[in-house]
């Protein structure tokens, strides 16, 4: 069985510029969530969707946002990027909202670099 | 609002070795607690988790229980491989608070041979 897909894998982008990720959850899973990991940190909760509806929000500014399509995969757009927007972006999926299984499954990532 | 806290890395043992990974947490309500393990070039895995207070999760040799009078939810192992070597994060997921996963910064563990 195929797990959480994202793409691309790797990407560079300037200053200022805008940038779409995408994420295929696991099949049967409704529920997306996304992190941004910055080097040597710990995963931070971004945003996460549940039946195409965004049931939570973490604490970043405006220029991210994101939405869940009705095959629950799921897009996070990031505009006017910065130079600390570089960061390892993880999408996870659960079959329900709020971990209530108990358990996200993480893709392998999109590495962005803003130079 | 919900945090995890975990022991400075990077930790170095010998193959063998006996290994403690630190995480304590603070949260508003009754949470979920996880060990995730990232593996160099890789998304996070989970490693074990508890869903309430006094339970122990284990695998791969991995043990850890779920303390509620002391908030914590230590990481252990008897003899650690050289393929233990990863980063290890500590987690927890409170329904009540409406967040999501809230991720300790992660202890990096190198097991020389």
């Known amino acids: 069985d195929a797990g959480v897909t994202q793409s691309p894998t790797h990407l560079i982008k300037t200053r200022g510029q805008h940038v779409t990720l995408r994420c295929s959850p696991i099949?049967?899973?409704?529920?997306v969530s996304w992190y941004q990991q910055v080097l040597g940190q710990g995963p931070q909760f971004i945003f996460q969707?549940?039946?195409?509806?965004?049931?939570g929000r973490g604490n970043f500014p405006d220029r991210f946002s994101a939405r869940q399509f009705p095959n629950y995969s799921s897009e996070l757009n990031v505009n006017a990027l910065l130079l600390g927007d570089s960061a390892l972006y993880l999408c996870?999926?659960?079959?329900?909202?709020?971990?209530?299984?108990?358990?996200?499954?993480f893709g392998e990532g999109s590495r962005l670099t803003v130079l | 609002g919900n945090s995890v806290t975990q022991m400075e890395g990077p930790v170095t043992l010998s193959e063998e070795a006996f290994l403690t990974i630190n995480c304590t947490y603070t949260?508003?309500?009754?949470?979920?607690l996880f060990w995730y393990v990232q593996y160099p070039g890789e998304g996070l895995q989970l490693l074990l988790k508890?869903?309430?207070?006094?339970d122990k999760g284990s695998n791969k040799g991995f043990e850890a229980t779920y303390r509620k009078e002391t908030t914590s939810f230590h990481l252990e192992k008897g003899s650690v491989q050289v393929s233990d070597s990863a980063v290890y994060f500590c987690?927890?997921?409170?329904?009540?608070?409406?967040?999501?996963?809230?991720f300790g910064p992660g202890t990096r563990l190198s097991v020389l041979p």
């Open positions: 996870a999926s659960s079959l329900a909202p709020g971990g209530q299984v108990g358990e996200l499954f």
């Open positions: 099949s049967g899973h409704k529920s």
């Open positions: 969707y549940y039946e195409k509806e965004e049931r």
């Open positions: 949260a508003t309500g009754y949470p979920s």
């Open positions: 508890a869903t309430k207070a006094d």
């Open positions: 987690a927890l997921s409170d329904r009540g608070s409406g967040q999501n996963f809230v």
